[in-house]
Every structure is written in structure tokens, then in C-alpha cells.
């Protein structure tokens, strides 16, 4: 199984950057569990041209920093119809995902990791409360992606949003 994580965000603007950070550390993670099905990118922010490199993965999740009111971290599926946004400022992953169907024919298990920031100034670093979420992410990810089918087939203890 192909599967590609990619992270987006801005690490000069603390919290921001805990999409990028969650790819770091599970690119870290991958290399010492020899682990080499497993794609990593990062970003500033989703692009129009991701909706080509997703069609070439079996299992896609994108991970971002949230201001949403949750806990530490969660999972949302993301299909075509999620909240599908593009601005010459950003693409959302709906809209990544709607693209990949429209141009590509082909829109494999798509999933958006939700972590939960703190704050946004201009500022580089990841604040200590946002870090504690990272961690949590990333330990439920290295037991995820032993065996990413559960996550397709929805079974298994997924910490959905």
C-alpha cells in the first residue's frame, strides 16, 4: 500500500507548523522502523497540482493545525463534498480531493489529521500545550500506519472529529 502523508503549514508562525512537524516526526519514525511504502511532503499550503500526486497513492492523509474546539487531535474523512474552498491563497483538501476525481479519475482513501494549536503569532516554534498534542498524534500514528488498512476499512479505535 502507497501511502503519502503530507503536512502543511507555516513553522514561522508557532502553531501553524504542526502539520509539517507531524510529518517530520513520522518521516523520523518510518526511516528507523524501516517502514518504505510511506510518501512524506510538507507544504505551506495544499496546491492545485496535489490533486495529481494524490491519484498516485492507495491511502492519503493530510495533516494540519486546527483552532477548531477538540481535545488534542482527531481524524476527518475528506471526500468531494467536504468543505471544498480555493482561493489564489489556499486549496482545501475537499478541493484537492474534488480535483483528483475530476482531472485523474481517481480519488483513493483520503483522511485530514486535526491537530490541535494554540497560538499563531510570527514566531518559530511550536508552543509546549500544542506540543503535548503532537506527541499524542504521533504515537497514535505509529501504531496506525503498522496497519493503515484499519483506517480505510474504519475499523479498529479510530479518533474520529
Request: net charge negative; hydrophobic share 35%.
Amino acid at each position: 500500500m502507497k501511502i503519502l502523508l503530507y503536512g502543511y503549514g507555516n513553522p514561522g508562525r508557532q502553531d501553524d507548523g504542526l502539520g509539517v512537524a507531524f510529518v517530520n516526526a513520522m518521516e523520523n519514525w518510518a526511516r528507523r522502523n524501516n517502514q518504505r511504502d510511506i510518501v512524506f511532503e510538507n507544504n505551506y499550503q495544499l496546491n492545485i497540482e496535489d490533486a495529481e500526486a494524490i491519484s498516485n497513492y492507495d491511502l492519503v492523509i493530510f495533516a494540519d493545525a486546527s483552532q477548531e474546539d477538540i481535545n488534542d487531535f482527531c481524524i476527518s474523512k475528506v471526500n468531494e463534498s467536504s468543505r471544498v474552498s480555493f482561493t489564489t491563497h489556499e486549496a482545501s483538501p475537499g478541493y484537492i480531493v474534488k480535483l483528483s476525481k475530476e482531472l485523474f479519475g481517481k480519488v483513493p482513501p483520503t483522511y485530514l489529521l486535526h491537530i490541535k494549536g494554540y497560538d499563531w503569532e510570527f514566531k518559530e516554534g511550536i508552543t509546549q500545550k500544542a506540543r503535548k498534542n503532537l506527541d499524542k498524534a504521533v504515537r497514535y500514528f505509529e501504531d496506525l500506519l503498522v496497519r493503515p488498512e484499519t483506517l480505510i476499512m474504519e475499523q479498529g479505535k479510530i479518533k474520529y472529529c
